[in-house]
């Protein structure tokens, strides 16, 4: 006797027969759970409250993931925009910048540098940025380089007295 023939005794079975019955299976399992589903739904009691709570619970899902894309969306216009702005001043170059909206500018780019940035008073004239107050030592020199960086900036002075922290 050889090897594969003591192994077809072993199992008797073909192999479509095994199928058959995992499909058999899987097919009880997928009538049963659409016939619970069914009956959880269609209850005369409770089905309708049920199913009022379902619509409402996809409603919700469906408008949580509107406000999700939305957001989505309203971030890619704004670095289009962005990018766009950044592509004209580097075509047409720099133009002048208001005091104020530099200011602003440079307030906000200290407030993402520098955790200590109600410590530093700014003033701004004429695109010129005069940086004073107090800030740890590791922070110093990289908040002066990134306030020249902002778009509108002249020149910084940096008078802001570094501390060992």
């Not at 077809?8 to 299976?25: F, H, K, M, V």
């Not at 009956?39 to 509107?66: F, N």
């Not at 955790?115 to 908040?143: C, K, M, Y």
Request: hydrophobic residues 35%; aromatic residues 4%.
């Amino acid at each position: 006797m050889t090897r594969q023939e003591g192994h077809s005794e072993a199992n008797p079975q073909p192999a479509c027969l095994t199928r058959d019955y995992w499909i058999a299976g899987l097919s009880l399992a997928a009538g049963t759970a659409v016939g619970a589903t069914v009956m959880y739904l269609c209850d005369p009691d409770r089905g309708k409250a049920r199913r009022t709570r379902m619509q409402e619970q996809a409603a919700g899902a469906v408008k949580r993931q509107g406000r999700k894309l939305a957001g989505k969306v309203e971030d890619i216009v704004h670095r289009a925009k962005g990018n766009l702005a950044q592509a004209k001043a580097s075509l047409y170059g720099q133009q002048a910048v208001d005091d104020a909206v530099l200011y602003d500018r440079v307030r906000s780019r200290i407030g993402h540098v520098s955790r200590h940035a109600h410590t530093i008073e700014t003033t701004v004239l004429d695109g010129v940025v005069t940086l004073s107050g107090t800030v740890p030592r590791s922070n110093g020199r990289q908040l002066a380089e990134e306030v020249q960086s902002v778009p509108g900036v002249r020149e910084v002075h940096d008078h802001m007295v570094e501390l060992a922290v």
